[in-house]
Each structure stands twice: as structure tokens, then as C-alpha cells.
């Protein structure tokens, strides 16, 4: 990495200057016994050397499977120039303030805040898909063992957990010195994340969805506390072909560098810096219920531990404030001095506060509508005052890797028919919830994959909106009015049950709201009562959990190719509180190609087996699959570095991520002034 600023060279040098006083004073005091590659490295004026060269376990002979970034090596530092200076802080805001910041919290929005802090072996190349370039690991290597294959996971030296800070913490809970200290970052804190999701106590969403990736490890294995080694097992494979082979899961070069570490000198503890389990073996917090009730509950779920580009800066009932890591071996991952996320109630609230100039960042994912106020605000004597400052409204459109839908739960007895839930989808208008409170930015999907993978079957159509065919469907199923009341009634069990039941959404979403009112209209039209309900974040995060729920309309953000269908379609989550797929779906067929999937590396037949996969579950609808959100990203002029690398393959070849990075953004001359 070539240094493009002197103050990020002032910046190392104090972080040197810094080590070098603590290593003194623990020195002095006896405890630390200094070896030489800690004295050679003393002793070196650079601030990055080649890693590898006192380091007996990286293997010459192995290629390392992960890959120079050409846009971090070369392509941002000549954008940001020599004398570009991180300032400013950007205003960021979310919807709704996070119940919790435990790294193993269920919903996304805590997940995307606690990731800012912490690291992973290693970073997807910067708008590719399944190409990795080193992160907190150096190296990873693949090598053949008799079980299976093993993955050689080498390092970076010199990254460290930063000290809580006592005012984080609430009330009551004083911390020990042993947390006032920075920790470094080692093999050890990987090896027990390992730990902690394979411990079956354990009973979050996150954990569970881990423990399902992590089946077919064999071994996580300590070798010092800059290398690990994951063993993955190698099976008898069932290929599409009909050959049976024995092979390593698809996904396990994917689930090994996407480890993150968990620190152990701080969830092994109490705050009074006492072990929470006191024989602490190598199997300990793999099984042990006492570690598992604390780690759900721990005393620090409010904090980030943090070793990543930000820093955690503390958090209120209003806002959560980050600072840049200075001694994160890439600055160039954090490009603003700090970043303030606010906690707003209501999509009308966040958009009032972008035309205001409160925040930097709006994007229509929350409220679509808002692109017709945009239209008309900047015509307005107040934008025209906010452009002719520098901070006038800029704009990227990308189509998000994520879809709205319906979740109907087949374990009560209204969804338990496949038949039925194709009948609700066909009484669902869903161009016209596209056109009136999706502002048209939108499109309709009929399955789990997004719509420009390969994985999606474009020849799958649409269930056509159509209530008398629903009607008709749902006479087959039983289903009548027999007492004139206007909806539809059956009898089941012995019982004579009405087609009646309750929609849950988010409350502080308007889109939510318009939507679920507008599927209510829908099905009152064929016979059926359905109430929409918001709630807040908690009480739907505990409605999932405990499968307490008759229907629930959400969205799933999806992750990177390739797609990995076990964590939402697989039967063997159909009855495990804390599983995503809580909607209670079963079909052996689909089991059959996910486990197919697992092992099968040759593209074409992967793609055959997603698209039957597709055509399957959008016969079955467990889902009405809504839309996908075509996303209008709007920040202010000051704002850099916002685009679509798609869009923009003069600068990356061979991008395919269409979606801009937020990561990546800076401020010029530090942001809006008139503040």
C-alpha cells in the first residue's frame, strides 16, 4: 500500500511512538518477555513490511487464494491524491435505534453497525463477487489432508482490540483494568467464535445460521497465535450428473475467510475481570450452558469491541458515533475523521432531516415516494441556498440485492396448504403496491435469488393477479362462506375456523404500513380478514424468534454469490426456534438440491440446480414474493466517492456489484458548514 498523506504518517508515528511506550512500561514492569521478530520489528522504521519473513508456517509452496485489489492498490490512492487528509464527520441515519449491539444480534441493521469495527480473514475485491483480498489474514492456503482439506489461515501481524471506555458502559457496571488495555487480535479470538456458534446453548439466529455453515468442519486448530488451520470434510457428493464423488463443501473457502474474530479478553469475563467459566479447556465454550446463558445476555451487548477502520464512540438513545481507527493496517478503509449514525423514528422524519442538511446520506430504500418531493424541493429558495453552498443533491440508482415479501407461517393450519398460499399471492395486486407505494422503483420477483444472478430463472412467471382464481383455489381447499358474514370459513380439526388472521410489519415504516393495507384490501376482496399490525423492533424480533406469527411482511437483504439457499429453504430449520427459516417450510425435494448444491463446483450444473430450486419454492409460495427495490442513493455535493462500480468499469474492469459502497465515501473541505 503506497501512503498518500503526511498526516496519516503523523498518524503511524504517534500509533508507533504509542506502542513502543506501552511495550516500555510493561518492560519495566516484568511482564512482558520480548522476542526477537517483537525487537526486529522495534527496530524497523516502516510502518508495513512484507509479512512472512519470520514466519515458519506459511508455506512458499501453497498460492495464497487471496488476491491483490487493484482499486485499493491503485486506483483510489491516485484518486485521493498526496495530500489527501480524512476530515469531517459524516452524518449517517438508520430507522430506529438497535435493541441491542450483541455481534450475534438477529436483525441486520445492528449487524451493519457492529461490522464497521471488526475485520474478517479477508474483503471481497472491491465490486467483484467471489474474489478475496487480504484483510486481518496475509495469506490462506489450501492444502489436501486424508479427511478432507485444510485451509491455512496466516495473519496480519500488529491488529489489536481497542480499550472499552468506561463512560460506554451504563450505570453500575465498572470495569476492570484488564479491559482498559488493548488486546491484540489472535488466532485464539477466532477459534472462539468457532466456538461460540458450535455451542448448541446457543440459541440466536445468527448463531444457528453459522452452525449450519460450519457442519462439515472437522478441526478448527490453534498452531500459534497468528495462524489457524479449518479442516473441512471431504463426502460422498451426489452430483446433478448422478456421479458420486467425495468433495469438499462448495462454500468452504467462502465461510473460512469470511471468519471474524470474537475477543475472548473481554466475552470470557465479568466486568470485575473474574472468568466467567473458571476451567476454561479447549471444549469449554463449545458446550458449556453457564457461558452460554451470560454470552446472550452479556454485560458489553451495548459496546463494540473493536479492532476494525472505526472505532465504536459510544452510543445514546439518539445516535451512535464511530471514530477512525489510525492504527487499522489499511487507512484507507475509513476516509472521514468520525461518523454519526442518528436514531430516527419514521422514514418522513429521516427525509426531513437530509432537506434539512442534518444528515448527509438518504436513501429511498425507506420511503420511494420522496423522489416526488425531491423534484419539487429543489426548486425551492432553500435548496437553492444549500447548492450555491456546496451542498446540493447528488443521486446513484442501483437495483438492491434484497426483495420485500409476505411470510405465512405452515405451521398454523390458515398456511399449511401450498394451494392456499398461491390463492393469497393471486388476491395480491403487487404492480400495482409497485406503482403506488413503491413509486414505481421496483421490480416484481417470482423467486429466492435476485433477479440479475444466474441463480434466478427468468422464464418462472408471475403468479397473475387474479381474485377469482384465488376464490376459486381456495374453494378446492374447503374454504366458504357459510354464514353470510363475508368471510370465508372451513372447518378444521372439528373446529369451524374463519379466514382471519393478523400481518405483522415494522411500525416505523410508512412503506410497511401502505403495503400491508393495501394486501389487506386485497384479500377482504375474496373472503378473507386480514389486520395488519406494527410493531416495533423488538417485539417483531421476538415474534420471529417464537415463531409467534400468522403472516409477517419484511424484506431479506441478500448476501454475495454464491447463494447459499440452507439458511432460509432447508427443512432442518423448519422447527428450530431462532432459525430464518421461520416460516416452518418442508419440501425433501428442495432439501435434496440444497445438499446438492453443498458439493456441486461446476457452474453450469449449479445454476440447473438453482433454477430448479426456484421453481419449486414459487410453486410452493411460502412467500408472496413482492418486489425488489430500485434504490435512488441521494447525498450532498460535499459527499465523494459515491457511484455504481458497475457503472463505472473504466475504473474496474470487470466489475459486476452494481450497488455503491458507503464505505468508501469522504467530504470535502469536511462537510456542510451551515449546520
Known amino acids: 500500500m503506497i501512503y498518500w498523506s503526511s498526516h496519516l504518517l503523523e498518524e503511524q508515528l504517534q500509533q508507533v511512538r504509542g506502542e513502543l511506550k506501552e511495550v516500555r512500561e510493561e518492560f519495566k514492569a516484568g511482564s512482558l518477555a520480548l522476542s526477537p521478530e517483537i525487537l526486529a520489528a522495534l527496530g524497523s522504521n516502516e510502518r508495513v513490511r512484507e509479512q512472512g519473513a519470520a514466519r515458519p508456517h506459511i508455506d512458499p509452496a501453497y498460492p495464497n487464494l487471496l488476491v491483490r485489489d487493484p482499486y485499493f492498490d491503485e486506483v483510489l490512492p491516485k484518486t485521493l491524491g498526496k495530500g489527501f487528509r480524512p476530515s469531517g464527520i459524516l452524518r449517517e441515519c438508520t430507522l430506529g435505534r438497535p435493541h441491542t449491539l450483541h455481534r450475534f444480534a438477529e436483525w441486520k441493521s445492528s449487524n451493519d453497525l457492529t461490522d464497521r469495527c471488526i475485520g474478517r480473514v479477508a474483503r471481497l475485491c472491491f465490486g467483484r463477487y467471489e474474489r478475496y483480498s487480504p484483510d486481518l489474514a496475509i495469506k490462506v492456503e489450501r492444502r489436501q489432508c486424508d479427511a478432507g482439506e485444510e485451509f491455512w489461515v496466516h495473519l496480519r501481524e500488529g491488529i489489536s482490540w481497542e480499550p472499552l471506555k468506561q463512560e460506554h458502559l451504563p450505570q453500575g457496571i465498572t470495569l476492570a ?85 470474537l475477543p475472548c479478553w473481554l466475552l470470557q469475563y465479568f466486568p470485575d475481570g473474574s472468568k466467567i467459566c473458571e476451567a476454561d479447556d479447549e471444549e469449554t465454550y463449545r458446550i458449556d450452558t453457564i457461558f452460554a446463558q451470560n454470552f446472550a445476555t452479556h454485560w458489553s451487548q451495548n459496546v463494540i469491541a473493536s479492532c476494525g477502520p472505526w472505532l465504536f464512540d459510544g452510543m445514546s438513545d439518539h445516535e451512535i458515533r464511530f471514530r477512525r481507527n489510525p492504527r487499522y493496517w489499511d487507512p484507507s478503509a475509513a476516509l472521514t475523521e468520525a461518523v454519526s449514525v442518528q436514531f430516527l423514528d419514521s422514514a418522513e422524519v429521516m427525509w426531513q432531516e437530509f432537506k434539512a442538511g442534518k444528515v448527509d446520506l438518504f436513501d429511498t430504500f425507506y420511503a420511494p415516494e420522496k423522489l416526488e418531493e425531491l423534484r419539487d424541493f429543489v ?41 392456499v398460499r398461491r390463492a393469497l399471492t393471486m388476491a395480491i395486486d403487487r404492480q400495482r403496491i409497485i406503482a403506488q407505494n413503491a413509486n414505481g422503483m421496483a421490480i416484481e420477483l417470482t423467486g429466492p435469488f435476485f433477479p440479475k444472478s444466474s441463480g434466478y430463472d427468468a422464464h418462472v412467471l408471475s403468479w397473475p393477479y387474479d381474485p377469482l382464481e384465488a376464490k376459486r383455489l381456495l374453494e378446492e381447499e374447503g374454504w366458504f362462506d357459510t354464514n353470510g358474514d363475508g368471510i370465508l370459513d372451513k372447518e378444521i380439526d372439528g373446529k369451524r375456523v374463519r379466514f382471519s388472521f393478523t400481518l405483522f410489519h415494522y411500525a416505523g415504516s410508512a412503506q410497511g404500513r401502505a403495503v400491508t393495507d393495501a394486501i389487506a384490501t ?31 411482511y419484511m424484506a431479506w437483504v441478500l448476501g454475495t454469490p454464491p447463494e447459499d439457499p440452507r439458511q432460509l429453504w432447508h427443512s432442518s430449520g423448519a422447527s428450530q426456534k431462532g432459525s430464518s427459516n421461520f416460516v416452518a417450510f418442508n419440501n425433501p425435494e428442495v432439501d435434496r438440491l440444497i445438499e446438492l448444491l453443498d458439493y456441486e463446483d461446476d457452474a453450469d450444473q449449479r445454476t440447473q440446480l438453482y433454477h430448479k430450486l426456484h421453481q419449486i419454492i414459487h410453486e410452493e409460495a411460502p412467500y408472496t414474493f ?25 475504473l474496474i474492469p470487470d466489475a459486476e456489484v452494481e450497488e455503491p459502497s458507503k464505505s468508501l465515501l469522504w467530504l470535502d473541505g469536511g462537510g456542510y458548514q451551515l449546520r
Open 177 to 261: 483494568p484488564h479491559f482498559l488495555k488493548r488486546h491484540p487480535v489472535t488466532a485464539r479470538d477466532f477459534k472462539f467464535f468457532y466456538d461460540v456458534v458450535m455451542n448448541p446453548n446457543i440459541s440466536s439466529g445468527h448463531a444457528i445460521t453459522y452452525r449450519a455453515f460450519f457442519q462439515d468442519i472437522l478441526e478448527f486448530r490453534l498452531v500459534d497465535d497468528l495462524t489457524f488451520v479449518v479442516t473441512w470434510a471431504k463426502r460422498p457428493a451426489a452430483l446433478l450428473s448422478g456421479e458420486v464423488i467425495e468433495r469438499v463443501k462448495y462454500s468452504a473457502l467462502l465461510h473460512t475467510i469470511g471468519l471474524s474474530p
Open 379 to 419: 426548486t425551492s429558495p432553500i435548496y437553492a441556498s444549500q447548492a450555491g453552498a456546496g451542498a446540493g443533491i447528488e443521486r446513484v440508482d442501483y437495483l438492491q440485492r434484497s426483495y420485500r415479501y409476505v411470510g405465512w407461517n405452515a405451521a398454523r393450519p390458515l398456511f399449511a396448504s401450498s394451494k
Open 522 to 552: 386485497g384479500l377482504k376482496e375474496i373472503g378473507i380478514e386480514c389486520k395488519p399490525l406494527g410493531l416495533d423492533v423488538a417485539d417483531l424480533a421476538g415474534a420471529v424468534e417464537g415463531r409467534d406469527f400468522d403472516a409477517i
Open 626 to 650: 413482492l418486489f425488489v427495490p430500485r434504490i435512488a442513493f441521494l447525498y450532498r455535493g460535499y459527499v465523494k466517492n459515491a457511484f455504481s462500480p458497475l457503472e463505472r468499469r473504466d
